[in-house]
């Protein structure tokens, strides 16, 4: 009995690989389509600074608006394309589209904030990804001051040593760097203190947490961090009014979550540049 229902448990998992494989093709192809397309759009969500409610930049979020199945959230597709390299693709197609919309903005006379785009872990460990990102600047001609990139705390903290000088690079560009869902991985507080970045982004797990005593503890804990390492600090994931006054009475810079703003798509940024939040 233990003999064929072994062969039975391995006959499911190859079926299962199977299909998980074919859906991976598909998604892949599918993928291709929607870059040559235009299936892919950004949304932005405002980040706001806590001391007057002034727009500090826009975070780039990509959707994909599929034919059949509607809008695809990134934690969807995204894992596919860094799977199938596609990744590399689809980050310069953000890139550009932000700059574009980006450009339209500041032509209505609004400059005065940053662009944060999201580089995934795959392509933060792609040997040229300093040179990709100054092609690409090449190719906009955009003012790199205005441009944040978002890498994740994993990303950055995997082969600490080799990534000192990676993020050198970049920040030789003219870039910010911020560290993405800080507090979820496992940071060297030492390679912290020898990165060249600018901000951190406490993870939404940690702003969750904020009205218990660890939880708060947690949250003052990161924002002295912060201070002493001299960094700005971005709380992602606010969705109370509590927890804007706790973040803001505890001295983090920056807000950015639902209470604030959804994510919303360009068409109607032009809305939210015109009058400060209100914090
Ligand atoms: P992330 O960079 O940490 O982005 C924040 C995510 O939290 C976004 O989800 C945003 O919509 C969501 N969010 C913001 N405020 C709140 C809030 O108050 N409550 C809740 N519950 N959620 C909030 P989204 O857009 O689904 O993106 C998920 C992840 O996908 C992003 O996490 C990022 O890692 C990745 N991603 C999105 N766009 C891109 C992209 O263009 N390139 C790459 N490489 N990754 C992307
Ligand atoms: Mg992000
Ligand atoms: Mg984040
Ligand atoms: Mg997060």
Not at 130 to 150: G, I, M
């Amino acid at each position: 009995a233990a003999k064929s229902m072994g062969r039975s448990c391995y006959r499911f998992y190859k079926d299962d690989m199977n299909s998980s494989a074919v859906e991976l093709l598909k998604m892949e192809e599918e993928l291709r389509e929607a870059l040559v397309e235009n299936q892919l759009e950004l949304h932005y969500q405002p980040l706001v600074n806590s001391s007057d409610g002034a727009l500090a930049g826009l975070e780039a979020l990509v959707r994909w608006n599929h034919p059949e199945r509607g809008m695809i959230s990134p934690g969807e597709f995204i894992p596919v394309a860094e799977q199938t390299g596609q990744i590399i693709d689809l980050t310069a197609w953000v890139m550009k589209e932000a700059i574009k919309d980006c450009k339209i903005w500041e032509q209505a006379g609004f400059a005065d904030f940053k662009i944060s785009i999201n580089i995934s872990a795959l392509e933060f460990n792609h040997d040229d990804l300093a040179s990709h990102v100054t092609d690409l600047f090449d190719e906009v001609d955009f003012n790199k001051h205005r441009v944040q990139l978002e890498l994740t705390e994993s990303a950055i903290m995997t082969d600490a040593q080799a990534n000192i000088k990676k993020l050198s690079e970049l920040c030789d560009l003219g870039v910010t760097l911020a560290v993405d869902d800080f507090g979820t991985g496992y940071s060297s507080l030492s390679y912290l203190r020898q990165f060249p970045i600018n901000v951190l982004k406490i993870d939404r797990s940690f702003v969750m947490g904020i009205g218990t005593e660890n939880g708060n503890a947690i949250v003052d804990a990161i924002t002295s961090l912060a201070k002493a390492l001299h960094l700005g600090l971005v709380a992602e994931g606010v969705e109370t009014k509590e927890q804007m006054d706790y973040l803001v009475a505890s001295g983090c810079d920056t807000l950015q979550g639902f209470y604030l703003s959804r994510p919303v798509p360009a068409k109607s940024i032009i809305g939210l540049l015109t009058k400060p939040f209100e914090i």
